[in-house]
């Protein structure tokens, strides 16, 4: 079985060799910093330089003052080169429109096989793509700094939708990730908890670079309220698996109180692809907590909880999650019976601090 999170078109289509992208990368680079050199232009510590380390998501000092081309060249590489690798390996896995030869007219299952899947974790289960030991036990017992949280609820992929959507996705926020995480906000604030919702479409004029505009959307929220703890960043999955040649779409879902329901994951970023993000195993802890609660309050509904080596801007707050709500194949029903026992889960555990 293939997990991945909905193929997309990046700019490697084009040179769709990485060595090629990448020799074409250092080209631009060098014919910029040529350029600069050459009319003697030296941008300062000001507007420019913030907007370089927020793209960047760096958090070190950096400046141009001082050094010739060659010393700007080998500084700045390696940090495109981080960015632009966890850029990749996410687009590949968990991002973007799937090519079609022919423009859909229709919903998304339209014409396709699809398969009703238990994914359900059965407890607490991890899949771990990092080398990093993971202890189910330690994570129970971490107490979390948290003090009376605002939860910030954001939407990276803000157009992914389901299955009645022409290709699972939507500019209308009554159908699409929105619509999810105005659920989650709902429920959340009748518990007494406090919630932003940043309805921002990140994906859109352009879906590639829509984590680097989401980072920024965080940030501005985070400045704007200190009481800010807790970031859901609420996404959709997308699975499927490859039989004889014939792609059949899986479709995560199981009966709770008689209602069909979406299965729903958790997505924790590590530090494990060489970005900062040093207290990473904290929002795993909250995740192994949400899990756990989850499963007393909605059993089976909860997927292993995926530890992955990219950042996924969650080196902002002590409890940053991505939360995958269902598949592109679920119904948008299912996936608001899933959102409301999100917000179950997350008021129970964040009632506690």
């Known amino acids: 079985m293939r997990r991945y999170y909905h193929r997309t078109i990046v700019i490697r289509d084009v040179f ?17 910093l040529t350029i600069l050199v050459r009319f003697n232009i030296k941008p300062d510590d000001g507007y420019v330089l913030r907007s370089f380390k927020q793209i960047m998501a760096i958090e070190k000092a950096y400046t141009f003052k001082g050094k010739n081309i060659y010393d700007m060249f080998s500084e700045i590489v390696p940090l495109v080169k981080s960015s632009d690798e966890m850029m990749k390996k996410y687009q590949a896995l968990y991002g973007g429109v799937k090519r079609e030869d022919k423009p859909q007219k229709t919903g998304f299952l339209e014409g396709k096989q699809v398969e009703e899947v238990d994914m359900s974790s059965g407890g607490l289960k991890f899949n771990n793509a990092t080398t990093y030991p993971l202890n189910a036990d330690a994570l129970r017992n971490t107490k979390l700094e948290f003090s009376n949280p605002t939860v910030l609820i954001v939407h990276t992929h803000t157009s992914e939708a389901y299955a009645e959507q022409e290709g699972a996705r939507s500019r209308e926020d009554s159908v699409n990730m929105v619509r999810i995480g105005t659920i989650v906000k709902e429920n959340l604030e009748r518990q007494g908890i406090n919630v932003i919702h940043d309805t921002t479409h990140n994906d859109y004029p352009a879906y590639n670079g829509s984590y680097n505009k989401a980072l920024g959307v965080i940030q501005r929220n985070l400045s704007e309220s200190s009481d ?12 499927a698996r490859t039989t004889n040649e014939t792609e059949i779409q899986l479709k995560p879902v199981t009966l709770v109180n008689g209602s069909k329901t979406s299965q729903v994951m958790l997505v924790v970023g590590t530090d494990h692809s ?8 904290h929002n795993l802890a909250f995740a192994v907590k949400l899990n756990d609660a989850f499963n007393k309050i909605a059993p089976n509904v909860m997927r292993p909880i995926n530890v992955r080596k990219e950042r996924f801007n969650q080196h902002l707050t002590l409890g940053s999650l991505i939360v995958e709500v269902g598949a592109a194949s679920n119904s948008l029903s299912e996936s608001e019976n899933a959102a409301y026992y999100i917000a179950q889960a997350v008021g129970t555990v964040l009632k506690n601090y």
């Open 228 to 239: 800010i703890q807790v970031v859901l960043d609420i996404h959709r999955d997308y699975t």
């Open 16 to 32: 769709s060799n990485y060595f090629i992208y990448t020799g074409v990368l250092i080209l631009v680079i060098s014919a910029v």
């Open 274 to 281: 060489g970005l900062n993000h040093p207290n990473w195993r």
